[in-house]
């Protein structure tokens, strides 16, 4: 890996996501790993959405979905060992969260596969609807649904727990989410490399030639959708255990924005993209939201301006643009 | 007694799918002449519904709120077609759809500073207020009926805007070939601005049809939007006749499942979880509906020409 602007740029960005909170913790602020964990599980998710949206350029406005169902498989499993009712076949829940997160994973993998099944024999504004769609569906039916809260959502009481780390210590849960969030950025770099990687690409940039050398893009596409759709849900499970609350708020379209916002903040494809998204995303929600109320209402002026002008987001605004567009 | 009910519901989801068809017939206008993704459009319609009953809390006129409604909606629309949507014509899909998300989240913390967080009440005018006896029906709101009215109006005057005047002769053009109209002499882009203010401008009446319903406030045009986007996947994107049977198709659809599912369930299962299990699947009905259309027919009942 030679090291290029981009590379420098994403180790600084790595390295600043490890040492601020480490420090911050030092020096006894918790509220600071709070924020740093934040941006790690939302850099995780929305890497999770960049798989499908910047690698195969496939719009999914309904990440959300996968997202809620991660986050739901840790309160539901949870609440199952709280109240010491069994669910299906006797099974009494976990509050162990590599059990969880197998489970968020296997569920989000199953809906991507229905979702993504259906969504992709569409393209283009087609798609974004119908991800859009699906995700609301699932939204109503949360809502509508009484056994786990409906509307007022689930509270998780204590923290899951993961062998040998104390997960009620915040800057301990930080470094589980931010081991989670490198491997999996990891697993992001080795999908992009692989033969795989180049033709989900290449299925993004010319769909017929693809097709013309053998390949069939919905294949490739559908299983980017998958492993897409379980990234995301492996956040959202962790994005649960941060608040200790799950809502069908986090099913919302409003989250499925924020996720393709935090990429086109960092810049769309890049491998760090997200990170630098979910930074600029959670500092902006910070200090803004510190300032005035409406700070959403300053963050869609700032959306307008990177959308309008600066179309490569953070990281190509530093680095450059990227070879290959 | 049964029968009186259904046909009310029946004339309930008609209304709903006309309100949808007002929402959708904009959205599938813009996309079909310009290609672009809209999802501000919802904040039309709220924008709609707040000059409709900020003006009538004023004068104490409805029908003066309703004029404000489709003149504040336009101008909006026409603004914000100026000012940023028509630097989104030659862009992806992606941009498109995160421009005019950041435009909502513009919108709607502006409609929050303005008017603050309490709904806004408006009352149905007394022309309109009160109920009619119909065949088989006691008394059906006279309001609702009229809303009803109003949509087949916009839909036969949409009708003969687009296959019997100019204007609507230059966007079926625009439709079929922008280069080429733009060669003709046609100044396109005004043609664009005056398309986006009149999709704006029936996102806007349907705000304030609506407003007199329900309760005006901030995040009303949300759901709406959605329910529209559904309407516009089924019927086809761009196509005006799929919008009509779409909007009604998706309006009927979700009022009659809330209302039969539930006592259809409790045929077969005990009565406290058919409430729940109907409740559920109502609520997730018409997006069933849309998977099923679109597993058949991906680009919808009526695709328009690509």
Not at chain 2, 143 to 168: D, H
Not at chain 2, 188 to 195: E, G, H, P, Q, S
Not at chain 2, 222 to 241: M, R, T
Request: proline share 3%.
């Amino acid at each position: 890996m030679a090291l290029s602007r981009e590379n420098i740029i994403n180790l600084v960005l790595a390295l600043l996501l490890l040492v601020v909170p480490v420090a911050a913790s030092q020096m006894g602020q918790p509220f600071t790993v709070t924020l740093a964990t934040r941006i790690a599980v939302l850099a995780l998710a929305a890497t999770g959405l960049n798989i499908a949206l910047g690698l195969g350029g496939l719009v999914s406005f309904g990440h959300a979905v996968f997202f809620g169902i991660g986050g739901y498989a840790a309160g539901i499993l949870a609440s199952h060992v709280f109240s010491g009712e069994p669910m299906m076949f006797g099974f009494e829940g976990s509050n162990q969260m590599p059990v969880i997160w197998i489970f968020a994973v296997i569920a989000c993998g199953l809906a991507g596969l229905a979702i993504g099944a259906i969504s992709l024999r569409t393209s283009g504004v087609y798609f974004i609807m119908i991800t859009l769609a699906f995700a609301q569906m699932i939204y109503y039916f949360a809502i509508s649904w009484p056994a786990y809260g409906g509307e007022d959502g689930l509270s998780i009481l204590v923290r899951n727990q993961f062998p040998g780390i104390n997960t009620m210590l915040p800057l301990s849960f930080f470094l589980l989410c931010y081991g989670v969030l490198i491997a999996c950025i990891g697993l992001f770099a080795l999908l992009r490399g692989s033969r795989f990687g180049a033709a989900l690409q290449a299925a993004r940039q010319n769909e017929v030639r693809v097709a013309a050398v053998g390949i069939s893009p919905y294949g490739i596409r559908l299983a980017a959708f998958v492993v897409s759709a379980m990234m995301t849900g492996l956040a959202g499970a962790l994005y649960a255990d941060l608040n200790k609350f799950v809502s069908p708020s986090m099913l919302s379209w409003h989250m499925s924005g924020e996720l393709i916002v935090l990429i086109i903040l960092g810049g769309t494809g890049r491998l760090f993209g997200p990170v630098a998204g979910a930074m600029l995303y959670v500092i902006f929600e910070f200090a803004l939201g510190g300032l005035t109320e409406r700070w959403q209402f300053f963050l869609g002026l700032i959306l307008l301006g990177v959308v309008l002008f600066a179309r490569g987001g953070l990281i190509g605004l530093l680095a450059g643009k990227a070879r290959h567009d | 007694m049964i029968l009186s009910l259904a046909l009310e519901q029946l004339l309930n989801g008609l209304q709903l799918g006309v309100m949808l068809f007002l929402m959708a017939a904009g959205l599938t206008l813009i996309f079909g002449v310009m290609g672009l993704i809209n999802l501000a459009h919802g904040s039309l319609y709220m924008v709609g519904a707040f000059a409709c009953a900020v003006v009538a809390a004023a004068t104490g006129s409805f029908w003066l709120g309703l004029a404000a409604s489709l003149v504040c909606a336009a101008a909006a629309g026409a603004i914000v077609e100026f000012l940023v949507i028509r630097r989104l014509y030659d862009r992806d899909h992606l941009d498109q759809v995160l421009a005019t998300f950041a435009l909502i989240l513009i919108f709607s913390e502006g409609a929050r500073w303005l008017f603050g967080s309490f709904p806004l009440y408006l009352d149905i005018p007394p022309l309109l207020s009160g109920a009619v006896p119909l065949p088989g029906i006691e008394a059906y709101p006279l309001y609702r009926l009229a809303i009803i009215g109003v949509g087949a109006l916009v839909a036969f005057g949409l009708y003969l805007l687009i296959s019997k005047t100019r204007l609507g002769m230059r966007i079926r053009a625009g439709e079929s070939d922008r280069e080429m109209i733009a060669a003709l002499g046609v100044d396109i882009r005004t043609l664009y601005t005056v398309v986006f203010a009149l999709g704006s401008a029936l996102a806007g009446l349907a705000g304030a049809l609506v407003g007199a319903l329900q309760s005006v406030q901030v995040g009303m045009g949300e759901p709406v939007l959605i329910l529209a986007f559904v309407v516009i996947v089924i019927g086809g994107i761009g196509s005006i006749k799929g919008a009509l049977v779409g909007a009604l198709i998706v309006g009927l659809t979700d009022t009659l499942g809330r209302f039969l599912l539930p006592s259809l369930l409790g045929l077969i299962l005990p009565a406290s979880t058919a409430g729940t299990v109907g409740a559920s699947l109502a609520a997730m009905l018409i997006y069933i509906v849309m998977a099923l259309v679109l597993a058949f027919r991906p680009r919808g009942l009526f695709p328009a020409k690509a």
